[in-house]
């Protein structure tokens, strides 16, 4: 291993930014050089402690123990002249001054506790976007240097995380407001204590960062354009973080179709509404316009001719506490006044829409559908579709209705431009990749719920929940 090339390769790690993510395209050699920071920088800091992590174990392996530029491969040389050894029971490496690199794994939210009294003073976390927020901070907390004596050259600069990912998977959402969005590219922010109190960066990652990979495979570059679907191939191409790879509507969403300038809504259109509850996790209300086939004149002043059953999210409300995927914890009659004050600001009779059938559960005698239709709010709502099979036929109705949105012919789903929570989580929803047709349900997918329940609905059979009208 030629440490002085790599050792240069990796100087971008060692910035003043101490919380870096270093995101974007396939093939930007993101894992290899998480890999070659943390061999230089045992050899230069006796007694390091590095933990790299994946989601799954058997990912581990693949990509960090396999191939030519795996750990094994990589540390040949110093294996054999006893200067590492590799312990693959236990999965660790360790070297002769007593630094070590972890291999570990954390699939569920209750293995993050398996790490609660590690001294982590390097935090590598490869493919961020496959683990929870909760995991992420919990692990970071973990980080502290303790006794370690860091040499000069090297002071001030640890403990320190450095995570690598592609966009997509069921924390897109999280990580792209947390570093993406959070400034532009390679600006160091000074975070808050509650976020963590380090500095953090966002460092794009580019095919053009991995030479060797053109070396190695030229034709890498026109596999990816083989994909076929664009979303695709721009997200795994050039790390373009507002779409996914392998998303559930990447390849049916159009922002340019999908998403209008907020318009007034004709007379003879009906407009209901829909929601999905949630403390902990955020909670979702949308109202919905149905076209009747009356037209309608848009932003600008053109008039357009939406086919008969075509539905539009004209407002939201979106119960969080300004994190991704992190509820507000507002009470049941809070909600519904919320709801009832929103209604009157439309000017026109809300209609009850779908919600989720668990506000219908009674517990000590009540339902939060019972809360919410009391006196002084009314607040109530109508039944979705809990047949079995309903979930995955509610996601296909979803996905047709977005894919005859892009034409004219037949009755689709648009969103109006103000609806900003709608836009910014359903066209990043990831694939349940255990469960063919479905979402990833750890992902952000509340309003994603609503939109279902209401495009699944056929309202000649909806029956009011809550209190007898």
Known sequence: MDLNLHKRQTDAFLSIATEILYGGAAGGGKSHLMRCAAIIWCFGIPGLQVYIFRRLSDDLAKNHMEGVTGFPML???????????????????????GAKIFLCHCQYEKDKYKYQGAEIHVLMIDELTHFTESIYRYLRGRMRLGALRVPDEYKGRFPRVISGSNPGGMGHNWVKAAFVDMASPMTIRKQTKKEGGLLRQYIPAKLSDNPTLAETDPDYIE??????????????????????????????????????????IPQSWRIDRGFD????????????????GTPAVLADGTMRHFPRGSIFVISEWYGWNGKPNEGCRMINTE??????????????????????NAISDVINNTSIADDMARAPNYIRWTKSD???????????????????????ELPGLYVFATCGHTIRTLPVLPRNEAKDGDLDTEAEDHIADVLRYRCSTKRKTMVVTGLNI
């Open 277 to 292: 509850w949630g403390t902990s996790k955020p909670f979702a209300v949308l109202w919905f316009a149905e076209s009747d």
């Open 386 to 408: 809990k047949s079995p099979g309903s979930r995955k036929n509610g996601w296909e109705v979803l996905r047709k209705m977005l894919q005859q949105g892009k034409g004219n």
């Open 75 to 97: 540390l040949k040389e110093l294996v054999d002249s006893k200067h590492c050894k590799i312990n693959y029971g236990k999965n660790y490496i360790e070297f002769w001054n």
């Open 223 to 264: 596999r990816l354009e083989g994909l076929g679907n664009e979303s695709l191939i721009r997200a795994m191409r050039d790390g373009d973080w507002d779409i996914v790879a392998g998303g559930m509507f990447d390849d049916v969403w159009e922002r340019a179709k999908h998403v209008l300038e907020p318009f007034t």
């Open 335 to 356: 909600i519904a006044r919320g709801v009832r004050q929103r209604d009157v600001e439309m000017r026109r009779i809300v209609h009850p829409g779908p919600a989720d």
